[in-house]
């Protein structure tokens, strides 16, 4: 079905999108949890979200499995962020999800992922600068994360795409310096994975 996401045909994508479930599947793995505790304890003034839903429907339903099988996050992050569940799991975060500008979604390569995290870990936070991550360390622990998530052939992956986007979405960002939002859409498995990060001085 090729309605999917056709601005003349938003009203079948509402209907449909409502019906659809989404599903906290989180990966908790040593080397997931050490990229992501490392850097929260550097971002001492903020915060580090990292968060993993599965998008299907009800059984039967194959106009709400479509917009599992048709999602794309630069089509619909708007209605993702939008969604209860994510009210209610990240609600400081999704408390005020302002427009569609505010996301300037860029697309980016497992690489450019690796490179942001390891910087990230590399330069430490606000206060926490003298914590930073050496930075064969920092790059191996971004590493081990990418390929904690989608394995050692995961940068050939092809139904991953990876996006990186502005921060002026949400009042949760401290928009400063230290502001980050990534977004991964493994379309095969219907899972998007989310990770945030803020600090301020």
Known sequence: MRWLGKEENRSMWDEAWQKAR??????????????????????????VIFRQYRISGPEGDTRSQNVSKHFSVRDHLLDFLRRPELRE????????????????????????LIADLAAALHAGGAYLPRYDVPGEEALLHAKEFFE??????????????????????????????????????????????????????
């Open 148 to 201: 904690a998530l989608y394995g050692a052939g995961g940068y050939q992956y092809s139904p991953l795409t990876i996006w990186r986007g502005a921060t002026k979405w949400s009042s949760w960002f401290c928009n400063i310096a230290w502001d980050g939002a990534w977004y991964l859409h493994d379309s095969r498995r219907n899972i998007v994975t989310v990770l945030l990060a803020t600090d301020t001085d």
């Open 22 to 47: 989404l599903s906290d599947v989180t990966l908790a793995t040593d080397a997931v949890d050490r990229l992501v505790s490392r850097l929260a304890y550097s971002y001492g003034n903020g915060e």
């Open 89 to 112: 799991n990240l609600s400081e975060v999704a408390a005020e999800v302002r427009g569609v500008e505010g996301l300037m979604l860029e697309k980016i390569t497992a690489f450019h």
